[in-house]
């Protein structure tokens, strides 16, 4: 779509997507680097954490960013990681010591451990839709 | 997980958790004045935001696309200015050749901030 972006979507077009995930659900962050502009920091790509809330359902900003209206409005998930998979920091970090990351939905996937049986997880994500229509 | 083909890699400004090796510099805390021009830009943001012009997110894209470069020669408000400028060239709100003619009439008003604005009604900016 082209035109100005629409800062007041009908109703019915701001509920369209429901939450896939909910709060407690443990979710891995894509490990794409596609082009454009992106709001998904490069350092937790590929990443495991725990979905903390669920933020809202916001308008796509990868769309917004180029005068498209980013519509359907997506869920905005703030997801919990812990610091210790994230940084390799000499000290090392307290299980305690978490970071907040708020990530929309389609840079999410379920994550189930498989132990890294990556067909048997390909698989379960089959069943469960099929990851992500881009 | 496979990448798409068109992967643009770790974009410059992503630079969240690079380490480059030794403790950066302090942040000073202070707050500190804004010149008129700076919030003039700031103003024109949030009016041509509320009115369909642009949107944060394409105020940043375009900020990005600027590259590396713009953040060791320009301000952070004439990185602003660039980047609503030419989100309102995309918008069709004018042309660079418009731009360019207006450029050029401000500038022959007079060298200062003062000058340049004072047809608009205002006093000397300071």
Known sequence: MSGAPNFLPPYWEAQAARPRFSMGSKVRVRSGAPLGHVRTPWYIRGKVGVVERIAGHFADPQELAYRRDGLPKQPLYRVRFALEDLWSGEAGYDRRDTLDVELYESWLEPFWDYGGDFEAQAKRLEAEGGGHAA | MTQGQFSGGRSWHDM??????????????????????????????????????????????????????????????????????????????????????????????????GEATRPMGEGAGS
């Open chain 2, 16 to 113: 969240g958790g690079v380490f480059d090796g030794a403790p950066g510099p302090s942040v000073d805390p202070a707050e500190h004045d804004y010149a008129l021009w700076e919030k003039r830009v700031d103003a024109l943001m949030v009016l041509t935001s509320s009115k369909g012009l642009m949107t944060v997110d394409s105020l940043r894209r375009v900020l990005e696309d600027m590259g590396p470069e713009s953040f060791e020669t320009m301000t952070y408000y004439e990185r602003w200015i660039a980047s609503v400028t030419q989100n309102m060239i995309e918008a069709g709100v004018f042309t660079v050749e418009e731009l360019r003619a207006k450029t050029a009439e401000i500038a022959a008003r007079g060298a200062t901030y």
